[in-house]
């Protein structure tokens, strides 16, 4: 669907929407309505609109010379057959309503019928010039310009075609309009006639006047009224033509006071619900009929064109116009205007007075007007006026007209001003405020003077020219105050005056009010005070203050009057606004709550501003409230505000993802990488869009119902794929909620790595991989432990050895040769002998069991270098050997296992040095660069190559120096010679023995 446009302000009041809208008020003129045009050079339509009509979802559907359109009060959007369908043309010249929802559309071509899902056309060709459906939903309708001789009137039941003619009672081959009354009767217009025609009966109506036009005109239009009387229109004037009811069977004028119908040349007739008839005329504009009384509305006032095409009115009761120029709405507003348009003499309204018989007085400039009986009728300086400028007015208790005109003061009775006069014949002054108090007098408070008038009687039925400056009291503001006196606005505080006193205990209470707009009496001592910053309340020496806080719509407010219910209504800066009583009193017993309150807004007509004099706000017998605002007057009846208690549809048009259009309908499905979506909905009141409020939720995205004003379309970003409910609420300009909504399911599609399946697969490795990260951590370190229990186990093996080898054979011997001492005591040599041989077995077991414990202890320091100057030192007591050292300090942090090895290794290399090699200097040298280096060499007598080879049997020192050196990863080289000695080289790689500086970076690969 192609979107056209959205609305466009034609007029001044285009947009002054109401909040009533059923019906419109029949006693109001035409241009009291807010006023919608749509003019075709704007754009919104492609061609010149023929009719309307509302289907049951809501929508307003416009046919046009180009094309069908939809409307959703907001927007116009050109609607387009499915494709590979079509409509027999796009000339739509007749619309009507099925009661499925769908759509029955006549054009130049043919009949179709739009399902909702499909169109059917029905053949065969021919102009379709009007649609109804009866109550069995089969559609009617007439045919002009036919191939055939089957009959002018049509009947569509089904997919099956039923037309009627000659044979049925219908002699003329072309039929224009169609009307179907209660009773079921269809009534169609035909060349020179009209017919009342049902299957069983048929009567024809000739027009004699059409006779002499031979085709060239005929009945245009036909309209059954409520009461059943038919209205005929022909689209030619004269005797007989024009606009004619039918009475007793034949054709007559209407008796209308000063309006002759057979002087118009009708187009189209309606009849709205209020039992008003709609006349619209082929260049004259539109007229309303209402009883006796004629409204005309036609391009001069503001109607797109004065050649009209069709009428239609809608659910919420606004009247369509589709005119050769575009399309018209009018709609009833709540808050009546009345300017000079409406027959006042002047738009410089600046008071408003409801008299106790009903007439409703304006004071303007060059004028004082007066409303009666619907008629306006106004009093000119040169009709007896006594000057140009109207200002303040009272009536008194006697039903005198108490007039401010120019600088003085008169009283209007039986059509005649008197001057009010002081004591010395001069003129009160510019008279803005006037009351009279409890005792029947009137006082007067003048524009920019210290005086304060009373006056004090009356002479001979005339008003007694005497006024008295009681004091100076410079008043701003002037009011009758209950149980005597007069409440007056001073510059130094709002107080009360009575018996020539000022209340100073009240003007001290009220200092803080400020400006005082307007004075409303609640009771003795009990006042509501307007203000520019809200409104304050005054009780019993209690003042406080109702504002924005509180929930008033605004703070500025011009004037204010009770309505009959004891409403309390402001003309404030933001609209007519109503506060019932109970709320007021609900505030004044707890001022921190908020109030409920009622608006009446621009879009209901209110144009609130402040007047220069008084009354700005009266209220008349009938409980109308009149308000002035320096321009124009305004009123509203508080009893027949109809507000629109329709429930607006709420409809889901489409989804744009991606500058994708998807369409409604079902669960939509989105593509994968769906990141941006946009939402449109719609709410169909055609009375206010602009006052539609929306409410919408995203099931899956959005935790709370989110308000966004009358924001039709929702934008949501980087959603995740899943499923998602988008819900949609509306209300519509009175408040009224319709809480269903609608609703739209949809689901981004996952690409691959999005899915379900995929996410469960990545988890599993994952748990897989740790679990295999798991097992071989678990493992290395079962290997660790495994190889250092290894190296355990050897080690202990080799020392078991070592002891079997040494120390147990040495005690061993020492055994046998006590024992044999033992059998020889008597031989002292022997004994002696074997005590001496004793001792020194045993000093040579101590030695061996002393080298032992040095091979257990490993290093007894965390320092290398130490640790070997100490193994270096023990020897070094216990043979005599030269021991040369060049050790060198190692400042790196070493990793304690590795640092064990080489220390035994160097060990295991001294110890042989010291007992087998008959050495007379050992060398001891260590280096400590990238790698760490050690060197020991001696210069005995060496170590046969066998030995070196193979190893000697029943030791294992060369064997665990080697097997040490290969768990290190180090470089071992072995070189012995008989004459140079044995030299033993180590370089254990710095990865292996040195801890590496970053620590974090290590432990980090660790993990």
């Known amino acids: 669907m192609k979107l056209v446009g959205a609305l466009l302000i034609a007029c001044a009041q285009a947009w002054l929407i109401p909040s009533s809208a059923w019906p419109l008020d029949p006693t109001r003129h035409i241009s009291q309505y807010a006023h919608t045009a749509w003019r075709l050079q704007d754009g919104f339509l492609s061609g010149t609109p023929s009719g309307f009509t509302q289907t049951s979802d809501g929508y307003l559907w416009i046919g046009t010379q180009g094309a069908l359109f939809r409307f959703d009060g907001v927007r116009f959007v050109q609607w387009t057959p499915p494709s590979g369908q079509k409509l027999p043309s796009e000339n739509i010249l007749s619309l009507a309503p099925d009661k499925d929802g769908g759509l029955w559309i006549g054009t130049g071509r043919g009949l179709a019928h739009w399902t909702g899902r499909e169109v059917v056309n029905f053949g065969p060709i021919a102009r379709i010039n009007s649609v109804v459906t009866d109550d069995d939903g089969n559609a009617w309708f007439t045919r002009s310009r036919t191939q055939d001789n089957l009959g002018p009137l049509c009947e569509a039941v089904g997919s099956a075609l039923h037309c009627h003619g000659v044979a049925d009672g219908l002699a003329s081959p072309n039929a224009g309009p169609l009307a179907q009354d209660t009773a079921g009767n269809l009534w169609l217009g035909l060349t020179d006639a009209f017919a009342r025609w049902r299957p069983e009966a048929s009567t024809t109506f000739r027009v004699n006047a059409l006779a002499a036009a031979k085709g060239l005109s005929g009945v245009e239009a036909i309209a059954i009224a409520a009461n059943g009387l038919t209205w005929v229109g022909m689209n030619r004037s004269g005797p007989g033509l024009g606009l004619q009811h039918l009475v007793n069977g034949r054709l007559k004028d209407p008796v209308l006071p000063g309006f002759d119908s057979s002087k118009l040349k009708v187009a189209e007739l309606f009849t709205d619900r209020a039992g008003d008839l709609w006349v619209g005329t082929l260049d004259e504009g539109i007229y309303r009929i209402h009883g006796d009384q004629i409204d005309h509305y036609d391009s001069s006032a503001g109607l797109t064109g004065d050649g009209i095409n069709g ?576 050790l060198d300090a190692v400042e790196r942090e070493m990793n304690p296992v590795a640092r064990d090895e080489v220390y035994l290794i160097a060990f295991e290399a001294i110890r042989n040095a010291c007992n087998h090699s008959g050495a007379k200097r050992i060398t001891v040298e260590l280096v400590s660069r990238q790698d760490l280096t050690l060197h020991i060499c001696d210069d005995g007598r060496g170590i046969p190559e066998t030995v070196l080879q193979k190893g000697k049997a029943g030791h294992f020192g060369l064997k665990g120096i080697r097997e040490r050196a290969s768990r290190l990863g180090a470089k071992l080289q072995i070189a012995s010679t008989p004459k140079a000695g044995t030299d033993i080289s180590l370089i254990v790689p710095g990865k292996t023995i040195f801890t590496p500086q970053n620590k974090s970076t290590n432990q980090f690969w660790r993990r």
Not at 330 to 344: Q, W
Not at 465 to 479: P, V
Not at 722 to 740: C, K, L
Request: one cysteine or more.
């Open 311 to 886: 009428f239609f009115e809608d659910r919420e009761g606004d009247i369509w116009v589709a005119t050769t120029s575009g399309i018209d709405c009018f709609r009833d507003l709540p808050v009546a205007t009345f300017s000079k348009r409406e027959g006042l003499s002047s738009d410089q309204a600046s008071s408003v007075l409801a008299a106790r018989d009903g007439t409703v007085w304006v004071g303007t400039v060059g004028s004082l007007d007066f409303m009666r009986d619907g008629h306006v009728s106004s009093i000119l300086p040169h009709h007896g006026l006594p000057g140009q400028q109207v200002t303040s007015m009272l009536q008194d208790h006697l039903g005198n007209l108490w007039v401010g005109v120019d600088n003085s003061l008169f009283i209007y009775s039986n059509s005649h001003f008197t001057p009010v006069l002081d004591l010395e014949g001069k003129p009160t002054g510019v008279v803005q405020f006037l009351t009279e108090s409890e005792d029947h007098t009137v006082w007067a408070s003048p524009v920019r003077t210290a005086h304060l008038y009373r006056i004090v009687g009356f002479r001979n039925g005339r008003a007694f020219q005497e006024l008295d400056a009681a004091q100076t009291l410079n008043s701003y503001h002037l009011s009758a105050a209950a149980g005597g006196g007069l409440w007056l606005l001073l510059p130094s505080g709002f107080t009360r005056y009575r018996d020539g006193q000022i209340d100073a205990v009240i003007q001290k209470q009220t200092a803080s009010i400020g400006h005082v707009t307007d004075i409303s009496e609640d009771g003795p001592d009990s006042l509501w005070l307007a203000t520019p910053a809200g409104l304050a309340a005054w009780r019993q020496g209690t003042l406080r203050f109702l504002t924005e806080r509180n929930g008033l719509p605004c703070s500025a407010i011009y004037a204010m009057v009770r309505d009959a219910h004891r409403s309390l209504w402001l003309y404030s800066h933001c609209g007519l606004v109503r506060i019932e009583n109970a709320e007021l009193e609900r505030w004044w017993a707890h001022p921190e709550t908020a109030i409920e309150t009622l608006t009446l807004d621009v879009f209901s007509g209110a144009q609130p501003a402040g007047s220069t004099f008084a009354p700005r706000a009266s209220r008349s017998p009938d409980g109308r409230l009149w308000f002035s605002n320096d321009s124009v007057v305004q009123m509203v009846d508080p009893d027949h505000l109809n507000l629109n208690q329709h429930m607006p549809p709420v409809h889901i048009e489409q989804v744009i993802a991606h500058d994708t259009l998807y369409s409604v309908g079902g669960q939509l499905r989105l593509p994968p990488h769906t990141r941006d979506i946009q939402i449109d909905y719609t709410a169909l009141s055609f009375v206010s869009p602009q006052r539609v409020q929306f409410r919408i939720k995203l099931e899956g995205h959005d935790p709370d119902w989110r308000d966004v004003g009358p924001r039709r379309s929702a934008f949501y970003t980087n959603l995740s794929p899943g499923t998602y409910t988008f819900i949609v609420r509306a209300s519509n300009n009175a408040g009224v909620w319709n809480d269903q909504g609608d609703v739209l399911r949809f689901v981004i599609i996952p690409t691959w790595y999005q899915t379900l399946w995929f996410r469960a697969l990545i988890v599993l490795l994952a748990v897989s991989l740790g679990y295999t990260l798991y097992l071989l951590r678990v493992r290395q370190y079962a290997a660790a432990v495994r190889i250092r229990f290894n190296d355990r186990l050897e080690e202990r093996t080799r020392i078991a050895r070592d002891l079997h080898d040494t120390l147990l054979q040495t005690i061993q011997g020492s055994k046998l040769v006590v024992d044999g001492a033992r059998d020889n005591l008597p031989d002292h040599n022997r004994t002696w002998n074997a005590l001496n041989l004793v001792s020194e077995w045993l000093g040579r077991a101590t030695l061996e069991g002393r080298t032992a414990l040095e091979s257990l202890r490993a290093t007894e320091f965390s320092d290398l270098t130490a640790s070997l100057r100490c193994v270096v030192e023990e020897f070094r007591a216990s043979h005599d050997i030269e021991f040369l050292l060049s």
